[in-house]
């Protein structure tokens, strides 16, 4: 299983950004699939996650401004990330767990708000 993430950089605070996932190996459709982040000194914590049925999930401090979603054709997860604050700045992560509950992470893209 490989998964790349892209999309991350900088903005400034109340812009947005797309990051996408791109899947191999494994069949995002039939599997949840999530984003993760991890800011200098502080844990890894879950973003958004979307089950293989659709359901969404979201964090608390990004609900209403980010959306996840998946391009099953593509085999591909987004986050659509709108109204950035400073404290979004963090390294995001792609997830995918598979049927046997295994989570895999892809590398990480680095998303930076600051004015």
């Known amino acids: 299983v490989q998964l790349q993430a892209s999309g991350g950089g900088s903005v400034q605070p109340g812009g947005s950004l797309r990051l996408s996932c791109a899947a191999s190996?494994?069949?995002?459709?039939?599997?949840?699939v999530g984003w993760y982040r991890q800011a200098p000194g502080q844990q890894r914590e879950l973003v958004a996650g979307?089950?293989?049925?659709?359901?969404?999930s979201y964090g608390d401090s990004v609900k209403g401004r980010f959306t996840i979603s998946k391009d099953n054709a593509k085999n591909t997860v987004y986050l659509q990330m709108n109204s950035l604050k400073p404290e979004d700045t963090a390294v995001y992560y792609c997830?995918?767990?598979?049927?046997?509950?295994?989570?895999?992470w892809g590398q990480g893209t680095q998303v930076t708000v600051s004015s």
């Open positions: 997830t995918v767990e598979d049927s046997g509950s295994k989570l895999y």
């Open positions: 190996g494994v069949i995002v459709r039939l599997n949840a």
């Open positions: 979307i089950t293989s049925g659709g359901i969404t």
